[in-house]
DNA sequence: GCTCATGTTGCACTCGGTGCAACTTGTGCA
DNA sequence: TGCACAAGTTGCACCGAGTGCAACATGAGC
């Protein structure tokens, strides 16, 4: 199998096998969790289905809960690629509503559907929040060096209030996003089409909104 | 020992050796922690260090992890139980000011230890996101019947409006109440003074102050 | 002091998670 | 094209988390 010529840029045959194979043992284990539930299979499980040895998924994910919650990474992932692509003087909170809306249809019906398979496993649970404040954390990284860059080189990073400022906002929003698909769950449980999905949407505009004008009620 | 005659209201006496035990269960595992750190000690040290047989550790905690969050959980308890003390009309975003800081200088000391002891273990950080999670649910559905009773018996709950309105001013009020510990972290790293926890609950009462102004830099 | 409920313990077992050493596969270069 | 090295996979052995179960100990109620 030569390389076929065209778009592949800067991406090795290895690079290509570790993505397949990475995709390949979350998609089975999202499939073994729609059919057992979480304490329905083992690691064991998603190896031999995702045709890897055990020893090989341990490579790929430090445990089966982590390998579910990858679709979550991948969701916010790109929310942060969004948020990257809004103009810089946009109000944050502007630009949160759009990136937290602007990715793929697949992307946010994977997103609430492992949402809705979350509830009810502890552990699950425990890693699809930290998926959610790892965003926070690489959000706040990134704006915060970014103030940096723009404050000038002589202060030695932001004074403590900006920085409670900057750390407070991003986990509001963060946590924000996170109530709408609480709520959206909350109504429309395992519902996916798209009809439910655009009202998901909207709730994830609604709750910014709310976190803007500071809750006044 | 006999029952000394007083205080004892409703209180067991089994109930009061299951409290012990869990307090010196708790403990144990603190003090490996400080001493170790999370990956040099396991459940058995904690039972022997204890006095309890390993399959007693578990009776009480679910894992090593879960017995030091338990120490957040605990202040978090506090705060929630401050919070249903104040005044129902008050604004929730004050109510939260008060209660996030009214809590013995002791509980405080201990959820800044234990939120530094748990830099750099990832399963540590999941449990103590767990906490802080139930915490929020524990709110939203407290105050969420709350309001459902004062509403009137006709309407099956809340508006869906409504419904994302308390989750997402909860969950952000939670969100600052992390991020102040965060940013207070970041500063003061291990210094648990008194003058370092009292600027830790002025970053407590500035978070929600962003909060309420909607965070109109 | 007897009885029952509640809590503790040891035992055995499963599964998550990791270091290590042998092996296979892709990459770069002559 | 083939050779040598780097990177990835696998099996193996091991440790520790977590749980069901059955025997035992302890406090509650009478």
Known sequence: MTTTAGDSITVSRRELNKAATREAIAAAALELLRANGMN??????VANAA???????????????AAIASFTQ??????????????QDEP???????????????????????FALTQGDAQLSRFQLEAWDNCSSQIIATIGSRLAVREGEGSSGMDVNGELYLHALVQSVIACGRAAVEVWFRRHGEDISPASLARLRELLVSAIGHLRDGFHS
């Open 40 to 45: 329905g299979f083992t690691a064991d499980d």
């Open 51 to 65: 045709g890897v040895s055990r020893r090989t998924f341990f490579n790929y994910f430090s445990s089966p809960e």
């Open 74 to 87: 991948k969701y916010l992932d790109t929310v942060i690629e969004q948020l990257l692509l809004r103009p």
């Open 92 to 114: 944050l909170l502007e630009s949160a509503q759009h990136a937290l809306t602007a990715v793929a249809p697949s992307d946010l019906a994977t997103l609430a559907e492992t």
